[in-house]
T-cell receptor
Framework: AQSVTQPDIHITVSEGASLELRCNYSYGATPYLFWYVQSPGQGLQLLLKYFSGDTLVQGIKGFEAEFKRSQSSFNLRKPSVHWSDAAEYFCAVGPVAGGYNKLIFGAGTRLAVHP | GAVVSQHPSRVICKSGTSVKIECRSLDFQATTMFWYRQFPKQSLMLMATSNEGSKATYEQGVEKDKFLINHASLTLSTLTVTSAHPEDSSFYIC??????????FGPGTRLTVT
Protein backbone atom coordinates (compact mmCIF):
# COMPACT_ATOMS: atom_id res chain seq x y z
CA ALA A 1 0.00 0.00 0.00
CA GLN A 2 1.09 3.54 -0.65
CA SER A 3 2.17 5.40 2.45
CA VAL A 4 4.29 8.22 3.79
CA THR A 5 6.18 8.12 7.07
CA GLN A 6 7.66 11.06 8.90
CA PRO A 7 9.54 9.40 11.74
CA ASP A 8 10.06 12.53 13.82
CA ILE A 9 6.99 14.03 15.47
CA HIS A 10 8.87 16.90 17.10
CA ILE A 11 12.26 18.39 16.34
CA THR A 12 13.93 21.26 18.15
CA VAL A 13 16.93 23.08 16.74
CA SER A 14 18.80 26.22 17.63
CA GLU A 15 18.55 29.22 15.37
CA GLY A 16 21.36 29.12 12.85
CA ALA A 17 21.77 25.36 13.08
CA SER A 18 21.24 23.04 10.15
CA LEU A 19 18.03 21.08 9.76
CA GLU A 20 17.03 17.77 8.24
CA LEU A 21 13.46 16.48 8.33
CA ARG A 22 12.98 12.89 7.33
CA CYS A 23 10.39 11.48 4.96
CA ASN A 24 10.11 7.88 3.82
CA TYR A 25 7.58 6.52 1.42
CA SER A 26 6.20 3.24 0.22
CA TYR A 27 5.27 3.31 -3.43
CA GLY A 28 5.27 0.90 -6.35
CA ALA A 29 6.87 3.22 -8.89
CA THR A 30 8.62 6.56 -8.92
CA PRO A 31 6.37 8.86 -6.95
CA TYR A 32 5.75 12.53 -7.11
CA LEU A 33 6.99 14.00 -3.84
CA PHE A 34 6.16 17.21 -2.04
CA TRP A 35 7.02 19.14 1.08
CA TYR A 36 4.54 21.57 2.58
CA VAL A 37 4.79 23.89 5.59
CA GLN A 38 1.91 24.93 7.81
CA SER A 39 2.00 27.78 10.30
CA PRO A 40 -0.44 27.60 13.23
CA GLY A 41 -4.03 28.11 12.16
CA GLN A 42 -3.08 28.43 8.51
CA GLY A 43 -3.29 26.40 5.34
CA LEU A 44 -0.34 24.65 3.75
CA GLN A 45 2.30 26.28 1.62
CA LEU A 46 4.21 24.31 -0.99
CA LEU A 47 7.96 24.39 -0.28
CA LEU A 48 9.16 22.21 -3.12
CA LYS A 49 8.27 19.26 -5.29
CA TYR A 50 9.94 16.43 -7.17
CA PHE A 51 8.48 14.93 -10.30
CA SER A 52 11.54 13.70 -12.20
CA GLY A 53 15.05 14.69 -13.23
CA ASP A 54 17.63 16.10 -10.84
CA THR A 55 17.19 14.37 -7.51
CA LEU A 56 18.25 17.45 -5.54
CA VAL A 57 15.38 19.90 -5.55
CA GLN A 58 15.56 23.52 -4.52
CA GLY A 59 12.55 25.19 -2.96
CA ILE A 60 11.46 28.42 -1.43
CA LYS A 61 12.76 29.92 1.83
CA GLY A 62 16.17 28.29 1.40
CA PHE A 63 14.92 24.70 1.65
CA GLU A 64 16.08 21.79 -0.45
CA ALA A 65 15.23 18.10 -0.59
CA GLU A 66 16.92 15.08 -2.07
CA PHE A 67 15.13 12.13 -3.62
CA LYS A 68 16.94 8.87 -2.86
CA ARG A 69 15.27 6.01 -4.62
CA SER A 70 17.44 3.35 -2.94
CA GLN A 71 16.34 4.57 0.48
CA SER A 72 12.77 5.49 -0.47
CA SER A 73 13.40 8.84 1.09
CA PHE A 74 12.82 12.51 0.37
CA ASN A 75 14.42 14.39 3.26
CA LEU A 76 14.06 18.13 3.63
CA ARG A 77 17.12 20.20 4.54
CA LYS A 78 18.05 23.73 5.36
CA PRO A 79 21.62 24.82 6.15
CA SER A 80 20.73 27.54 8.65
CA VAL A 81 17.38 27.69 10.40
CA HIS A 82 15.63 30.97 11.21
CA TRP A 83 13.17 31.47 14.07
CA SER A 84 10.44 32.04 11.48
CA ASP A 85 10.88 28.45 10.25
CA ALA A 86 9.09 27.16 13.35
CA ALA A 87 6.02 25.41 11.95
CA GLU A 88 4.58 22.03 11.01
CA TYR A 89 6.10 20.32 7.98
CA PHE A 90 4.29 17.73 5.90
CA CYS A 91 5.69 15.38 3.32
CA ALA A 92 3.27 14.14 0.64
CA VAL A 93 3.35 11.59 -2.16
CA GLY A 94 1.23 10.99 -5.23
CA PRO A 95 -0.47 9.93 -7.34
CA VAL A 96 -2.63 7.77 -5.14
CA ALA A 97 -4.77 4.96 -6.44
CA GLY A 98 -8.44 5.80 -6.57
CA GLY A 99 -8.67 8.34 -9.30
CA TYR A 100 -7.93 12.00 -9.75
CA ASN A 101 -4.68 13.41 -8.49
CA LYS A 102 -4.84 12.63 -4.82
CA LEU A 103 -1.92 12.97 -2.48
CA ILE A 104 -1.13 11.13 0.72
CA PHE A 105 0.26 13.25 3.54
CA GLY A 106 2.57 12.15 6.30
CA ALA A 107 1.70 12.77 9.92
CA GLY A 108 3.85 15.88 10.03
CA THR A 109 6.91 17.05 11.94
CA ARG A 110 6.60 19.97 14.28
CA LEU A 111 9.70 22.13 14.26
CA ALA A 112 10.59 24.34 17.19
CA VAL A 113 13.47 26.82 16.94
CA HIS A 114 15.36 27.98 20.01
CA PRO A 115 16.96 31.42 19.96
CA GLY B 1 0.16 33.58 -8.25
CA ALA B 2 -1.80 30.46 -7.23
CA VAL B 3 -3.76 32.02 -4.41
CA VAL B 4 -6.64 30.16 -2.81
CA SER B 5 -9.05 31.80 -0.41
CA GLN B 6 -11.54 30.35 2.02
CA HIS B 7 -14.52 31.99 3.63
CA PRO B 8 -15.25 32.20 6.45
CA SER B 9 -12.01 31.77 8.36
CA ARG B 10 -13.89 30.98 11.55
CA VAL B 11 -17.50 30.02 12.16
CA ILE B 12 -19.45 29.05 15.24
CA CYS B 13 -22.83 27.47 14.77
CA LYS B 14 -25.41 25.70 16.86
CA SER B 15 -25.94 21.97 16.72
CA GLY B 16 -28.44 21.02 14.03
CA THR B 17 -27.77 23.95 11.74
CA SER B 18 -25.92 23.91 8.42
CA VAL B 19 -22.76 25.77 7.53
CA LYS B 20 -21.36 26.59 4.10
CA ILE B 21 -17.64 27.08 3.48
CA GLU B 22 -16.42 28.62 0.24
CA CYS B 23 -13.15 27.88 -1.49
CA ARG B 24 -12.03 30.14 -4.32
CA SER B 25 -9.03 30.10 -6.62
CA LEU B 26 -8.30 33.78 -7.08
CA ASP B 27 -5.86 33.92 -9.96
CA PHE B 28 -6.28 30.64 -11.77
CA GLN B 29 -8.94 28.21 -12.87
CA ALA B 30 -9.12 24.92 -11.06
CA THR B 31 -10.86 21.96 -12.59
CA THR B 32 -10.15 19.98 -9.45
CA MET B 33 -10.37 21.06 -5.85
CA PHE B 34 -9.91 19.00 -2.72
CA TRP B 35 -11.46 19.22 0.73
CA TYR B 36 -9.51 18.12 3.77
CA ARG B 37 -10.24 17.89 7.45
CA GLN B 38 -7.53 18.34 10.05
CA PHE B 39 -7.82 17.44 13.70
CA PRO B 40 -5.61 19.19 16.25
CA LYS B 41 -1.95 18.29 15.87
CA GLN B 42 -2.75 15.74 13.17
CA SER B 43 -2.25 15.43 9.47
CA LEU B 44 -4.73 16.22 6.75
CA MET B 45 -7.46 13.76 5.99
CA LEU B 46 -8.84 13.95 2.47
CA MET B 47 -12.62 14.12 2.55
CA ALA B 48 -13.48 14.47 -1.10
CA THR B 49 -12.32 15.49 -4.54
CA SER B 50 -14.41 18.11 -6.26
CA ASN B 51 -14.51 18.42 -10.03
CA GLU B 52 -16.14 21.29 -11.83
CA GLY B 53 -19.44 20.31 -13.35
CA SER B 54 -19.60 16.83 -11.90
CA LYS B 55 -20.36 15.10 -8.63
CA ALA B 56 -17.72 15.04 -5.96
CA THR B 57 -15.83 11.86 -5.19
CA TYR B 58 -15.90 11.10 -1.49
CA GLU B 59 -13.33 9.13 0.46
CA GLN B 60 -14.36 6.00 2.25
CA GLY B 61 -16.11 6.74 5.51
CA VAL B 62 -17.09 10.31 4.62
CA GLU B 63 -20.85 10.84 4.63
CA LYS B 64 -21.77 12.48 1.35
CA ASP B 65 -25.19 13.51 2.63
CA LYS B 66 -23.61 15.29 5.55
CA PHE B 67 -20.78 16.99 3.71
CA LEU B 68 -22.28 18.40 0.54
CA ILE B 69 -19.79 19.57 -2.04
CA ASN B 70 -20.59 21.71 -5.04
CA HIS B 71 -18.09 22.82 -7.67
CA ALA B 72 -20.20 25.17 -9.71
CA SER B 73 -17.43 27.01 -11.53
CA LEU B 74 -13.73 26.75 -12.27
CA THR B 75 -12.94 29.10 -9.39
CA LEU B 76 -15.42 28.12 -6.69
CA SER B 77 -16.13 25.02 -4.65
CA THR B 78 -18.35 24.93 -1.59
CA LEU B 79 -18.55 22.52 1.32
CA THR B 80 -21.79 22.50 3.28
CA VAL B 81 -21.84 20.73 6.61
CA THR B 82 -25.47 19.79 7.11
CA SER B 83 -27.10 19.28 10.49
CA ALA B 84 -23.79 19.96 12.19
CA HIS B 85 -22.95 18.34 15.50
CA PRO B 86 -20.12 19.00 17.96
CA GLU B 87 -18.12 16.12 16.53
CA ASP B 88 -18.02 17.98 13.22
CA SER B 89 -15.98 20.71 14.86
CA SER B 90 -12.65 20.77 13.07
CA PHE B 91 -10.32 22.69 10.80
CA TYR B 92 -11.41 22.37 7.18
CA ILE B 93 -8.91 23.12 4.42
CA CYS B 94 -9.46 23.23 0.70
CA UNK B 95 -6.91 23.07 -2.06
CA UNK B 96 -7.04 23.77 -5.76
CA UNK B 97 -4.99 22.10 -8.41
CA UNK B 98 -3.04 24.27 -10.87
CA UNK B 99 -1.27 21.55 -12.76
CA UNK B 100 -1.66 17.81 -12.17
CA UNK B 101 -0.69 16.92 -8.62
CA UNK B 102 0.31 20.45 -7.68
CA UNK B 103 -2.12 21.67 -5.04
CA UNK B 104 -2.33 25.12 -3.52
CA PHE B 105 -4.10 25.40 -0.22
CA GLY B 106 -6.52 27.84 1.28
CA PRO B 107 -5.93 29.27 4.77
CA GLY B 108 -8.52 26.98 6.34
CA THR B 109 -11.82 27.37 8.17
CA ARG B 110 -12.18 26.69 11.86
CA LEU B 111 -15.65 25.28 12.52
CA THR B 112 -16.97 25.10 16.06
CA VAL B 113 -20.35 23.51 16.67
CA THR B 114 -21.91 24.28 20.04
Amino acid sequence: AQSVTQPDIHITVSEGASLELRCNYSYGATPYLFWYVQSPGQGLQLLLKYFSGDTLVQGIKGFEAEFKRSQSSFNLRKPSVHWSDAAEYFCAVGPVAGGYNKLIFGAGTRLAVHP
Amino acid sequence: GAVVSQHPSRVICKSGTSVKIECRSLDFQATTMFWYRQFPKQSLMLMATSNEGSKATYEQGVEKDKFLINHASLTLSTLTVTSAHPEDSSFYICSAETTPYEQYFGPGTRLTVT
